[in-house]
């Protein structure tokens, strides 16, 4: 299988690996996949007071275009808003690593997992409101 | 370009033994008379290197060069033995025996015995790779007419009882096909002992050319078998089509080297098997597909849990290996060997089949143990489920999402 450069270079110098404290309020957690599908990615944004994302990481097992896919949206949402945040689409990771047709799922599962991080920081900061 | 990576995928294919290269030469550009040509002194020297290659052949398995019938290799040989034989016999039963965890060349052929109206038992074998013989036995019906069961496994290196099988089939009446490409120079084989009907031998995979190979066909008591290949009647009628003797030649003298040297050489293999071995179980979490001592040295199949197959490949370029998961293909399907072992998905999809032979250095295995040291820890690294396994989470009790 033949990897794009953008791939390659994601996949030796993977960025963003590694976890937040998921305890922390102000920390949002995703994880989708599966390991009997070959992939599963775990994705945590951590957003500030003013509701920009401020730091982003990602734990992924899977092939190469799936890890290659998580560390690139990590780059992407620094500095984002969590609403800019959660318009990122497939189509745009898959456009960026040129990944073939067979691999688009990667991305899929990328988009999937910015949404269910961003889904869980909404939840939790709607809860931290209700306690206020 | 880059340096090839080692090459560690002896079962896939072994390079040609330029001992039997030199042997083959000769037969290409001056001695190429056709050996079916019984008129002059080119046709007669064919025919005479022929035969002397088919003693060879029958030499390391002790059986008469009589019994040895030239076919392009081992699939050929598998569907000629299997069809043949089913075909032949088919008055007298429409059943048939075969493992689960054989190789697709005959899985296939006996597939297609289904839709010609044969029925076919696929038996799962035991979780270390290996037949039980009382299931096996159990499976015999009164019209079971054929089994095949390959001696030594393609994937993982598992060695069946052979003798056991054959003495089941015996007393049941029943011809017993084996498929031996894998195990040619690496067991011995004693045809003139085993209670064995038909044996598929491949060139290639020990040292010779690709594109030759024989078929072992029983003389006493005489096995008959249809021929699937039709026209000049070449090998009695059994496999027409010219012969092709820088080939033969090239299997012969293979099969001459593993027979002369063969002790000597899985002597060495097997210490360099322990060595790999003794690296890789270093690595945490890692699992042995297949028996231990019942399987050639030179095959080691392990699983790294918590990797994903395809991201490993990717990460050890620098060795030339096969992966459970069929990874180079679009679908990501984990190897129906594995499964058939009762290993789970995720256990088929990040094995590694580490496969070694004649031109292997203590300097590769030890570079391999290496690579593989540092490549697994980097994407256990990276892995979520490694993470959770390290927080004591039961991965298989997690609620997935599957997609």
């Known amino acids: ?132 | 370009m880059d340096r090839m990576p080692i090459y560690l995928d002896y079962s896939a294919t072994t390079p040609v033994d330029q001992r039997v290269a030199e042997k083959m030469i000769p037969y290409l550009t001056e001695q190429y008379g056709n050996p079916a040509s019984r008129s002059h002194p080119y046709g007669w020297t064919a025919e005479k290197a022929v035969e002397n290659a088919r003693e060879e052949v029958a030499k390391l398995v002790n059986a008469d060069p009589r019994e040895i019938v030239w076919t392009s290799g081992a699939t050929e040989s598998n569907n000629l033995a299997i069809k043949g034989a089913a075909n032949f016999y088919s008055d007298k039963g429409k059943h048939i025996i075969t493992l689960a965890t054989e190789h697709k060349a005959v899985i296939d052929p006996v597939r297609e015995l289904e839709r010609q109206g044969f029925t076919a038992t696929f038996l799962e074998p035991n979780d270390d790779g290996l037949v039980d013989i009382e299931a096996f036995k159990a499976a015999i019906r009164p019209d079971t007419v054929l089994a095949s069961v390959m001696f030594v496994n393609n994937e993982i290196g598992v060695i069946q009882d052979i003798e056991a099988i054959g003495n089941i089939c015996r007393e049941n009446g029943v011809i017993f096909h084996v498929d031996a490409a894998q195990a040619t120079g690496k067991v011995e084989i004693d045809l003139a002992s085993l209670p064995v009907d038909l044996m598929a031998f491949s060139a290639h995979k020990t040292y010779g050319p690709k594109g030759i190979g024989a078929l072992y066909v029983r003389r006493k008591p005489r096995i008959r078998i249809e021929a699937q290949v039709h026209g000049g009647g070449h090998e009695r009628g059994m496999r027409s089509g010219t012969l092709a003797p820088h080939q033969i030649v090239g299997m012969g003298e293979a099969f001459r080297i593993a027979r002369l040297e063969m002790e000597e050489e899985n002597a060495r293999i097997r210490t360099l098997h322990d060595r790999l071995l003794n690296g890789l179980k270093n690595i945490e979490e890692t699992y042995v597909n297949g028996d231990l001592k019942k399987r050639v040295p030179h095959n080691l199949n392990i699983s790294f849990n918590y990797v994903e197959g395809e991201s490993l490949i990717m990460a050890i370029k620098g060795i030339a290996v096969s992966s459970g998961s069929a990874c180079t293909s679009a679908s990501l399907e984990p190897s129906y060997v594995l499964r058939a072992l009762g290993r789970t998905d995720e256990l088929a999809h990040s094995s590694i089949r580490f496969s070694i032979g004649r031109f292997t250095t203590e300097s590769d295995v030890d570079y391999t143990i290496s690579l593989l040291a540092e490549k697994i820890e980097k994407l256990r690294e990276l892995s979520p489920l490694w993470e959770m396994f390290q927080d004591g989470i039961d991965i298989s009790k997690v609620e997935w999402d599957e997609h």
């Open chain 1, 1 to 132: 299988m033949a990897y794009s450069d953008k791939v390659l270079d994601h996949y030796e110098n993977p960025r963003n690996v590694g976890s937040l404290d998921k305890n922390d309020p102000n920390v949002g957690t995703g994880m989708v996949g599966a390991p009997a599908c070959g992939d599963v990615m775990k994705l945590m944004i951590k957003v500030d007071g003013t509701g920009l994302i401020e730091d982003a990481k990602f734990k992924t097992y899977g092939c190469g275009s799936a890890i290659a896919s998580s560390s690139l949206v990590t780059e992407w949402l620094k500095g984002k808003t969590v609403d800019e945040a959660y318009k990122i689409k497939n189509s745009a990771i898959a456009e960026e690593l040129a990944l073939p047709p067979v691999k688009i799922h990667c991305s899929v599962l990328a988009e999937d997992a910015i949404k269910a991080a961003v889904a869980d920081i909404r939840e939790k900061q709607a809860a931290t409101k209700e306690a206020k």
